[in-house]
C-alpha cells in the first residue's frame, strides 16, 4: 500500500478543510489534504459569503454590530443550550478571519442582511460580476492557492475511508489519532500516517438512510434538501468510529416551494413573497412577513399535516408584482422583475407542473390544494377583513396586507428544505473532537458543518453567513490548535 507522511492530515477540502490547511501550514506544519471530488469548495461553491462580526465593513456601512451584541442574540435564540465558549471563540475571530481571507485575495462586495429582519453579518464575495449564488467559489479557490503555495499536498478524487488510531502515551490508556486510510479513484488503497487528523467532511445531507435515522425526515416526501453528491456522512463514522461522540445531527433548515417543474425564476420568486399562507386545513400559520427567514419558514411548515403549507395569490396581487416588482428582494433571487409570471405558468402547465395550482374560484383552488373549501373560503374572507384593517391575527405589516379576490386564483406548496446536515461529532471550543466524557480524543479534531452543534435544533439565520462563517473559523481554529499539538508532541515514530 502506498504511504504518505505527514503532520497534520485533513479529510476534505470544503471551506472548513481548507481555511485548517492554510492556517496549520502558515504555523508551520506539513499538511496533506484528501478529497472525494476533483474540486476543491465542496458545498460551499454553491454559496455566497460568511459571517463577520465588527468587521470593517460593517463600521465603514455603518452597521451596529458587536461580538457582545451577536453573542448575546446567539445565546438567547439558542436557550443557552450550546457551548458558548465556542460561539465566542468563533465570533471574536470572524473579524480577523475576515482580513485573513482579504491578505490571501478574496475581495468581499461588503456586509449584508439576507432578509429584512437579519442583521447584516453576510460578507459576500466579490467576483466582478453581478451577485449570485455560487461567489462563495472564489474564496475556496483563494484558500486553496494559499494552501498549495504553502506546501500544502492535495491528494483529489481520494476517499478518506478509516481514521487509523493507536496507543499513545500519558493518555490513559486512549488511543491517539495516527493517520487515515483512503481510497484512490482506481480503487487503490492508500496510508497517509500523521500526528493529528482533522474531519471536515461536510455532514450528511446526500445520504437519505443516515438523514432519516439522524433526524427523522425522509428525503423526497418531507424533506427537500440539497444533496450535493459526496456529502454522505463519512467523516461523521469514521470520527465516531474513532471514539467521538456522537451527538445530535439536525437539518440546516430551509424552506422552498413543492411540486413545481420547469418553472422560470419569476414565478417561485412571487410565491416566496410574504403572501397568505395556509396549511392542510386551509388556516393561517404565522405572520407571512416573515417568511424570508427561511429557518422560521421551515420549521412552521415542518409543524403542519402533511409537513406542507400553500403560498395563495390572486391575479390582482400576480398583476401588482409584474408592474412594481416584488416586494422582498433578497440577494439569492435578486431580480425583482417578474414581469414573466403569466407567461411564466403557463409554460408550467405546459409541462405538466403540479403547481402553481390555479383556479377559477377559491372553492377549485381549494379542492387542487386538497383542503377543505368551506375553511379556506372563510380564511380568505377574514385575510381580506384584515388587508381593510389591520391584521389582528398575526400583525402583518400593512404594506404586505393585499386582499385576494380576483380570479384566477394561484398557490403552490411550500416545503421543509435544508442547506444539508449540520453536527454530529462532540467537539469543544479547541475542534478538539471529545468522546462522551468530554475529553479531545487525541489528535483528532473536527469543523465545519460536521461539528456545527451551535444552532440547537434551529439554523441561526438571524445572523446570516453562519454556517460558512462557522465552517471557516473552526477550520482555522483547528488549524492553529493542530498546529500546537504536532508541536507539542515532537517526534514520533509514525510506524508504531
Ligand atoms: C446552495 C447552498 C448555498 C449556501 N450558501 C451559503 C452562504 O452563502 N453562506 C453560508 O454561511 N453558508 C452557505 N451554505 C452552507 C455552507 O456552504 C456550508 O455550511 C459549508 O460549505 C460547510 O463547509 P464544510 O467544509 O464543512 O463542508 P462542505 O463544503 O460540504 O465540504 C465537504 C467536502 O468533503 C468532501 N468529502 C466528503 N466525504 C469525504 C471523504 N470520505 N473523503 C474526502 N473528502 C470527502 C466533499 O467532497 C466536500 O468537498 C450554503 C449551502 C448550500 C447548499
Not at 503532520?7 to 481548507?18: D, K, Q, S, T, Y
Not at 465542496?42 to 461580538?67: H, P, S
Not at 471557516?472 to 490548535?481: K, Q, S, Y
Amino acid at each position: 500500500m502506498k504511504t504518505y507522511e505527514t503532520e497534520f492530515c485533513i479529510i476534505a477540502a470544503g471551506p472548513a478543510g481548507l481555511a485548517a490547511a492554510v492556517q496549520a501550514a502558515e504555523e508551520g506544519v506539513s499538511v496533506i489534504v484528501l478529497e472525494k471530488s476533483a474540486r476543491v469548495g465542496g458545498v460551499a461553491n454553491a454559496g455566497m459569503g460568511l459571517l463577520g462580526i465588527g468587521t470593517r465593513y460593517q463600521k465603514e456601512q455603518m452597521i451596529d454590530m458587536t461580538v457582545e451584541k451577536a453573542f448575546g442574540m446567539f445565546m438567547d435564540y439558542t436557550h443557552y443550550m450550546v457551548d458558548a465558549r465556542l460561539v465566542k471563540r468563533y465570533f471574536a475571530q470572524s473579524a480577523e478571519t475576515i482580513e485573513w481571507l482579504e491578505e490571501m485575495g478574496v475581495e468581499f462586495e461588503g456586509a449584508y442582511r439576507y432578509f429584512p429582519q437579519s442583521e447584516a453579518t453576510w460578507h459576500i464575495v466579490k467576483t466582478g460580476k453581478k451577485i449570485r449564488p455560487g461567489a462563495a467559489t472564489f474564496l475556496n479557490r483563494k484558500m486553496a492557492e494559499r494552501a498549495k503555495a504553502l506546501g500544502v499536498q492535495f491528494l483529489m478524487e481520494t476517499t478518506a475511508e478509516k481514521i487509523l488510531m493507536e496507543a499513545a502515551d500519558g493518555s490513559d490508556g486512549r488511543k491517539r489519532a495516527a493517520g487515515v486510510l483512503a481510497r484512490t479513484k482506481d480503487g487503490e488503497e492508500i496510508c497517509v500516517r500523521a500526528k493529528a487528523v482533522l474531519v471536515a467532511t461536510g455532514g450528511a445531507g446526500a445520504n437519505p438512510e443516515m438523514m432519516k435515522q439522524e433526524t427523522g425526515y425522509t428525503f423526497g416526501k418531507d424533506m427537500f434538501n440539497f444533496a450535493f453528491p459526496g456529502i454522505t456522512g463519512d467523516g461523521l463514522r469514521m470520527a465516531w468510529e474513532a471514539g467521538a461522540d456522537h451527538i445530535p445531527v439536525r437539518v440546516e433548515q430551509s424552506a422552498s416551494l413543492g411540486g413545481l417543474t420547469g418553472v422560470p425564476d419569476c414565478v417561485s420568486n412571487v410565491f416566496y413573497q410574504p403572501n397568505l399562507l395556509v396549511n392542510a386545513f386551509g388556516k393561517r400559520v404565522m405572520n407571512e412577513e416573515y417568511m424570508q427567514n427561511t429557518t422560521f419558514l421551515s420549521n412552521v411548515v415542518s409543524n403542519q399535516k402533511n409537513r406542507t403549507c400553500f403560498s395563495v395569490i390572486d391575479s390582482s396581487i400576480a398583476q401588482y408584482y409584474a408592474e412594481h416588482g416584488v416586494d422582498v428582494v433578497s440577494m439569492v433571487r435578486n431580480d425583482p422583475d417578474v414581469s414573466g409570471f403569466f407567461d411564466g405558468v403557463k409554460t408550467a402547465q405546459e409541462k405538466g407542473s403540479e403547481c402553481p395550482y390555479v383556479a377559477d374560484t377559491l372553492e377549485e383552488l381549494a379542492e387542487k390544494m386538497g383542503i377543505d373549501p368551506g375553511t379556506f373560503v372563510e380564511t380568505v374572507d377574514a385575510y381580506n377583513g384584515y388587508c381593510d384593517a389591520i391584521d389582528e391575527e398575526f400583525y402583518k405589516a400593512k404594506r404586505f396586507l393585499k386582499p385576494i379576490y380576483k380570479a384566477p386564483f394561484y398557490a403552490c406548496k411550500v416545503v421543509p428544505s435544508g442547506y444539508g446536515t449540520v453536527g454530529g461529532i462532540r467537539i469543544n471550543e479547541n475542534c478538539e473532537a471529545c468522546d462522551s466524557a468530554f475529553m479531545p480524543v487525541p489528535g483528532l479534531y473536527a469543523a465545519g458543518a460536521d461539528a456545527c452543534n451551535i444552532y440547537n435544533d434551529s439554523y441561526m439565520f438571524l445572523l446570516p453567513g453562519n454556517s460558512m462563517g462557522f465552517a471557516v473559523n473552526t477550520g482555522r481554529i483547528a488549524g492553529m490548535e493542530a498546529a500546537n499539538y504536532v508541536q507539542d508532541l515532537g517526534e514520533v515514530n509514525l510506524d508504531n
